[in-house]
């Protein structure tokens, strides 16, 4: 990294902002890219931010950003209206920041020069951002993360009726590892490797499942060619959502890849939203499915992989 370093925070419409150069990718959500938090102070010639939605998430990343940035130094912040736009420009106000505002798309682009001095609420922003202990889960988490701060129904009713899990598995969307905390807990698993898009769920996760027999992979489930296989088991409750719009084929691209990852006779344990059509991707894949759980518009499916077929002590080897 130079001091004529250019920063990215997620993704580029290029319909938005004119922007063709080679960018340091700094969102936790881009597997490889570089953490934001460890920029060192003033050190970035200019950064363009597509601001995440939540209020206590982007007021953390836009401080973190302006913390990176040489003074005179140009930040762009942008977001849908309906997604913390209009919120831009008055979180920057705070940060001691005069702002240019541009309207485009239905999207707020708000330009700032990074002032010499920032002003005591920035500091304030990153702490609020940080991640934290919860104590009444006994959790670390951080603003951010799915349902950052409880157990959501989906989880719950999955860690209700989980079984004790044995041999090599996965947790496919591991969040900050409410499942595979519970899956060491009960089980006799002797691995379980933990996958996530984002980072900092990455982080939480191995603060909240440590020990031995535990591995974190920074991946795109859909898209990755490193993860495991030969898996005796998967839990999972995948997301749907994909830039705050819901998407089904993320929950089927889960499934397709489980089916992957498992060995002959390996058993997928979901999660998932009620309305959410996934027994049309489970049963091709899988030798049985089992509706094992609904309640409170969620439902829970073991499904197991047909097992290899044993030989017979007549049976004859192909050649």
Request: contains cysteine; aromatic residues 4%; proline residues 7%.
């Given at each position: 990294?130079?001091?004529?370093?250019?920063?990215?925070?997620?993704?580029?419409?290029?319909?938005?902002?004119?922007?063709?150069?080679?960018?340091?990718?700094?969102?936790?959500?881009?597997?490889?890219?570089?953490?934001?938090?460890?920029?060192?102070?003033?050190?970035?010639?200019?950064?363009?931010?597509?601001?995440?939605?939540?209020?206590?998430?982007?007021?953390?990343?836009?401080?973190?950003?302006?913390?990176?940035?040489?003074?005179?130094?140009?930040?762009?912040?942008?977001?849908?209206?309906?997604?913390?736009?209009?919120?831009?420009?008055?979180?920057?106000?705070?940060?001691?920041?005069?702002?240019?505002?541009?309207?485009?798309?239905?999207?707020?682009?708000?330009?700032?020069?990074?002032?010499?001095?920032?002003?005591?609420?920035?500091?304030?922003?990153?702490?609020?951002?940080?991640?934290?202990?919860?104590?009444?889960?006994?959790?670390?988490?951080?603003?951010?993360?799915?349902?950052?701060?409880?157990?959501?129904?989906?989880s719950q009713l999955l860690l209700d009726h989980l079984p004790p899990l044995s041999g090599h598995g996965a947790d496919l969307g591991c969040g900050i590892g409410v499942l595979a905390r519970a899956v060491r807990a009960t089980s006799h698993a002797t691995h379980i490797t933990l996958i996530d898009i984002d980072q900092r769920a990455l982080d939480m996760a191995r603060r909240n499942v440590p020990g031995d027999g535990v591995t974190t992979l920074w991946a795109d489930v859909r898209s990755s060619r490193d993860l495991p296989t030969g898996l005796d088991f998967i839990v999972t409750n995948p997301p749907f959502h994909d830039g705050g719009d819901e998407d089904k084929a993320l929950g089927q691209a889960f499934i397709t890849k489980a089916a992957l990852m498992l060995k002959p006779g390996g058993v997928l344990w979901l999660t998932a939203n009620r309305h959410l059509p996934y027994e049309a991707t489970l049963k091709p894949l899988f030798e049985t499915v089992a509706l094992i759980a609904q309640k409170n518009g969620f439902k829970i499916y073991a499904a197991h992989k047909a097992a290899m077929p044993a030989r017979t002590k007549h049976s004859k080897p192909r050649k």
């Open positions: 990294m130079t001091a004529d370093t250019h920063a990215l925070y997620g993704s580029l419409p290029l319909d938005l902002i004119e922007d063709r150069g080679t960018r340091l990718q700094c969102s936790p959500q881009v597997p490889g890219a570089t953490a934001l938090a460890n920029i060192a102070v003033q050190s970035l010639a200019d950064f363009i931010v597509h601001a995440p939605p939540g209020t206590i998430e982007r007021r953390c990343v836009l401080a973190l950003a302006l913390r990176a940035l040489k003074s005179g130094a140009t930040l762009t912040a942008f977001a849908a209206n309906t997604k913390g736009g209009t919120r831009i420009a008055a979180e920057l106000e705070a940060f001691g920041c005069a702002v240019a505002t541009d309207h485009r798309r239905r999207h707020q682009i708000v330009r700032t020069a990074r002032p010499e001095k920032l002003l005591p609420a920035v500091d304030d922003a990153i702490n609020a951002g940080a991640p934290r202990l919860l104590p009444e889960l006994q959790l670390w988490s951080q603003p951010g993360l799915f349902n950052w701060d409880r157990i959501d129904p989906g």
